[in-house]
């Protein structure tokens, strides 16, 4: 599957979130750790790839999930194959990683309002995303598609549902969570290198 996804910077946060209650019936507030893995020479970041375990918590539930992203498929937006599958533990795929090779390049969390909802035959995802440590609050809007063929007319139905939110274009950013963090702990002077997965 393909992830097609477009990710803008919010102003008006209390605006944007009543705006999602109007789109989707309720939303689950939940929040993500991620963690993401490279080897030695960076080989996955090189190639434009990644590897991540996610944790994720909810209302009385925890999750992990391993994904794997391939490159992108389409440049503006970033849409990258996608493929991922739930762990029981996320300490052990932490150490089955370790053991191939892989170590922890970056981890940090979100704390996010996601939203379910159907638009032209399709189920979308929007969330509305703070990174408390950039002081920042993000929308995304996404869906998936089987091939290549289906990342143009999915990722017209993405930049309609933002502009629907009143998303102006120029607010839509192409820079990972990944490469805003990772900025933001160099001007801090911080290090990157993540203890253990999340």
Do not use: W
Not at 36 to 55: K, M, N, Q, S
């Amino acid at each position: 599957m393909i992830e097609v996804e477009l990710k803008a910077r919010v102003g008006d946060v209390p605006g944007l979130a009543g705006a999602l209650e109007r789109l989707g019936a309720g939303g689950r507030e939940e929040v993500y750790v991620d963690t993401y893995y490279d080897d030695a020479d960076r080989a996955l970041a090189g190639g434009d790839r990644e590897l991540r375990i996610r944790t994720v918590r909810g209302e009385g539930t925890t999750v992990s999930v391993l994904t794997y992203k391939g490159a992108r498929v389409e440049a503006v937006s970033g849409s990258k194959p996608e493929h991922e599958t739930r762990v029981e533990d996320a300490a052990g795929a932490d150490a089955v990683l370790r053991g191939l090779g892989y170590v922890p390049t970056i981890r940090f969390e979100k704390r996010c309002r996601n939203h379910a909802f159907e638009r032209e035959g399709r189920r979308l995802l929007a969330s509305l995303v703070e990174v408390p440590e950039l002081g920042e609050t993000f929308v995304e809007i996404e869906t998936l598609v089987a091939d290549d063929d289906g990342v143009a007319a999915a990722l017209e139905v993405v930049r309609t549902v933002l502009a629907d939110l009143g998303v102006p274009r120029e607010a839509v950013t192409t820079e990972t969570y990944t490469e805003t963090v990772a900025a933001a702990r160099r001007l801090r002077g911080e290090a990157q290198q993540a203890p253990g997965s999340g």
